[in-house]
């Protein structure tokens, strides 16, 4: 074997067969990226913290999300997401249950060969902390064939950062989608139901919960009983192989433009303008062209005070008078209309300034 075969080969190795700078499989694993900065979740509710996360919460509690600088020391991490709690529950009834929730495409998910006799297996790491010891489940999911398996850890000693080390095994069964819609999911357990704990934990590859849904969070703790309790989360890392290899880190460009496939938060302090030109003296049609082309076509939320659209043109500018209009929209960009109550020329350029925000969704 040539040298550069046996470099090629010790590289494979290392990375667990994956090419360098792709191992990792998790987006904003280090939870360097929090767009919303910060978010909150009222009993039965869901929907996204960190970048990438999605949060269910099923508690009698109000559960906030958020990024913060506790993180496990030496190890080159700078956030963590802490999950934390108004009041707790204390006592869980049926269906009541908190997670956070990555997801993946089946488009990325090829190279595992799922559903094959070439499916490999993965390997999930991270580092958590958290107030309450205890078991607690991680719940890997194929949405594709309703195929699901658990995994369960401890966490040790309170309050402290621990590394854990998940082995997930090659499935045969069930390929995923080659699509942009979601195939493959975990929940992060921090309260499991009682009404989905009674069983045996199902810890294999198997379809609609190993036969029961009983089977599937057996064990859990209840980590967040009380509104002292708190759970952070980093240096998440999904790869293939059976054993964990150094976590992956990546510059932050890089996470916040896989993140903007998703979601991307347009604010008031970007200073961005959008170009454009007048249909009328009084309204202007502008274009915003994505910075990385989104998973699909996007929701849009924008703020409802419409002074906080500002129409600039001939040295002038003035604010909206009527909410922005979606002209159209794909996943690759928008144009939309702002109005003004006159003093536009029509034909003329105007740009529209945005002082508050545009939300951008096509989240999994």
């Known amino acids: 074997m040539s040298k550069a075969a046996e470099l090629a080969a010790l590289i ?11 191992k990792n499989l998790m987006q904003n694993g280090a939870m360097n990226v ?16 960190i970048d990438g996360w999605e949060v269910n919460n099923y508690l ?103 590394k854990k080390e998940l082995f997930i095994p090659a499935d045969t069964s069930g390929t995923f989608d080659d699509d942009n819609s979601l195939s493959l999911w975990m929940h992060f357990l921090i309260a499991g139901a009682p ?75 970007n200073c961005r303008e959008f170009a454009g030109y007048n249909e009328s003296t009084t309204k202007g049609l502008h274009v915003f062209r994505f910075p990385v082309r989104m998973r699909g076509t996007p929701t849009i939320g924008v703020s409802s005070t419409v002074s906080n659209y500002i129409v600039a043109y001939s040295n002038t500018q003035t604010a909206c008078s009527s909410t922005l209009a979606f002209n159209t929209t794909n996943d690759e960009g928008v144009t939309f209309y702002s109005t003004v109550a006159s003093g536009l020329t029509a034909g003329g350029a105007s740009a529209l300034r945005n002082i508050d925000y545009i939300d951008l969704k096509a989240e999994l």
């Open 12 to 22: 494979a190795n290392v990375n667990n067969g994956s090419p360098l700078g792709n």
């Open 60 to 162: 009698d509690d109000t559960i906030t999300i958020s990024q913060d600088s506790d993180v496990p020391s030496g190890q080159g991490f700078g956030n963590s997401m802490k999950v934390t709690g108004s009041s707790g529950d204390s006592t869980l009834t049926t269906d009541e249950y908190l997670s956070i929730i990555p997801k993946w495409e089946g488009q990325n998910l090829q190279h595992l060969k799922k559903g094959t006799s070439e499916a490999v297996p993965l390997t999930l790491s991270f580092w958590v902390k958290a107030t309450t010891t205890g078991t607690y489940i991680v719940e890997i999911g194929d949405n594709d064939n309703n195929r699901q398996i658990s995994k369960a850890y401890t966490v040790s000693s309170s309050n402290t950062w621990e």
């Open 34 to 49: 929090n767009q919303r900065e910060g978010s909150t979740f009222t009993t039965n509710t869901y929907g996204y913290g």
């Open 195 to 269: 009404n989905l704990m009674g069983g045996t934990l199902n810890s294999t590859w198997n379809t609609a919960y190993g036969g029961s849904a009983t089977n599937r969070w057996v064990g859990q703790v209840n980590g967040m009983s009380s509104g002292s309790t708190d759970f952070y989360l980093t240096g998440v890392q999904l790869e293939i192989g059976e054993k964990a290899t150094a976590f992956e880190y990546e510059p932050y460009e890089r996470t916040l433009s896989r993140c903007f496939r998703y979601f991307n938060r347009i604010t008031g302090s």
